[in-house]
């Protein structure tokens, strides 16, 4: 791996942790997100109109794997802002970022979908799912259902569903749209409009028929509009670097073994800078995800 990409990459690192940060720390909520996502969309009309001609004439199935994905998107922001609400970014955001990838091996390898994976990467998942049971408890003494917040861990796992889910249809949809050949950056990002256009208007009536999120949007529409706004810039900029970085590598194992950096990352931010407790169970825990994690990227 180049330095270039391993600079793009430790950017794209810092600014999808600092995007989580600004929404656990102004007002955690779906308004939040809409505005960020809105941003996001914006951000990519331009590539959007440079490859439209390529979403004309595809086959249905894409558009319904485009529905999923934005569905299951939704279903992530949701878990996400409640999550927040709930629980500490230094909890929330290391289980939302793992527990996909466990969820994602099951269901692949029941649906068949990719090659098996082998042993070490097997063990890789074990390791994370000790790590997911480990960190919502307060210590190892509370290992119990009692233990748990179970508010917090309803909407973690919520976001865990939205991330595989999306995660599943957009590599389904991507496949559509290549048809057997590479996707370009351009019409990956044009897809990424569509998303995140998609996930706004999505998230639209959940916004306008709760009181609670009506109010934190005459918020963000107002004074505090530069949070989300920045919040979109640094969510939708941090996947530009990684699709820059793909360019600079030799195998791409190399981004996702880096971008697991925002594990620990997430962690330090919120028990440094929001001052949130700290606990064994919750360090052992992120060791735990981290490690899983880089066996996995590294051992597929």
Same mark, same amino acid.
């Given at each position: 791996?180049?330095?270039?990409?391993?600079?793009?990459?430790?950017?794209?690192?810092?600014?999808?942790?600092?995007?989580?940060?600004?929404?656990?720390?102004?007002?955690?909520?779906?308004?939040?997100?809409?505005?960020?996502?809105?941003?996001?969309?914006?951000?990519?009309?331009?590539? +959007?109109?440079?490859?439209?001609?390529? +979403?004309?004439?595809?086959?249905?199935?894409?558009?319904w794997l485009w529905a999923g994905s934005v569905a299951s998107e939704v279903l992530y922001m949701y878990g996400? &802002?409640?999550?927040?609400?709930?629980?500490?970014?230094?909890?929330?955001?290391?289980?939302?970022?793992?527990?996909?990838?466990?969820?994602?091996?099951?269901?692949?390898?029941?649906?068949?979908?990719?090659?098996?994976?082998?042993?070490?990467?097997?063990?890789?998942?074990?390791?994370?799912?000790?790590?997911?049971?480990?960190?919502?408890?307060?210590?190892?003494?509370?290992?119990?259902?009692?233990g748990l917040n179970t508010t917090a861990l309803v909407f973690i796992i919520l976001g865990a569903i939205g991330?595989?889910?999306?995660?599943?249809?957009?590599?389904?949809?991507?496949?559509?749209?290549?048809?057997?050949?590479?996707?370009?950056?351009?019409?990956?990002?044009?897809?990424?409009?569509?998303?995140?256009?998609?996930?706004?208007?999505?998230?639209?009536?959940?916004?306008?028929?709760?009181?609670?999120?009506?109010?934190?949007?005459?918020?963000?529409?107002?004074?505090?509009?530069?949070?989300?706004?920045?919040?979109?810039?640094?969510?939708?900029?941090?996947?530009?670097?990684?699709?820059? &970085?793909?360019?600079?590598?030799?195998?791409?194992?190399?981004?996702?073994?880096?971008?697991?950096?925002?594990?620990?990352?997430?962690?330090?931010?919120?028990?440094?800078?929001?001052?949130?407790?700290?606990?064994?169970?919750?360090?052992?825990?992120?060791?735990?995800?981290?490690?899983?994690?880089?066996?996995?990227?590294?051992?597929?």
């Open positions: 791996m180049t330095i270039t990409a391993a600079i793009l990459i430790f950017i794209s690192v810092f600014m999808h942790v600092a995007w989580n940060m600004l929404s656990k720390t102004t007002t955690p909520s779906t308004a939040f997100y809409l505005i960020m996502n809105f941003i996001g969309g914006i951000i990519w009309l331009p590539f +959007f109109l440079m490859s439209s001609s390529v +979403f004309t004439g595809l086959p249905a199935v894409f558009y996400l &802002a409640h999550g927040y609400k709930h629980g500490d970014i230094s909890l929330i955001y290391p289980l939302v970022r793992a527990f996909p990838v466990v969820m994602l091996a099951v269901i692949t390898l029941i649906a068949g979908i990719g090659k098996p994976l082998g042993i070490p990467a097997q063990i890789g998942m074990i390791i994370i799912a000790a790590g997911c049971v480990i960190m919502p408890f307060r210590s190892f003494r509370h290992i119990s259902f009692k991330t595989t889910g999306y995660t599943l249809c957009d590599s389904q949809a991507l496949k559509q749209i290549a048809d057997g050949e590479k996707v370009s950056n351009t019409c990956t990002l044009g897809y990424l409009f569509l998303i995140q256009m998609g996930l706004s208007l999505g998230e639209v009536p959940l916004v306008i028929f709760d009181p609670t999120e009506r109010i934190a949007l005459r918020k963000f529409w107002g004074k505090a509009f530069f949070y989300p706004a920045a919040a979109g810039v640094f969510c939708t900029g941090a996947y530009a670097l990684i699709l820059i &970085a793909m360019q600079h590598v030799s195998n791409v194992s190399f981004i996702q073994a880096f971008r697991q950096l925002s594990l620990p990352l997430g962690f330090i931010a919120g028990v440094c800078f929001l001052h949130e407790k700290n606990s064994n169970t919750k360090t052992i825990g992120m060791l735990l995800l981290l490690a899983g994690l880089l066996i996995v990227s590294f051992f597929k």
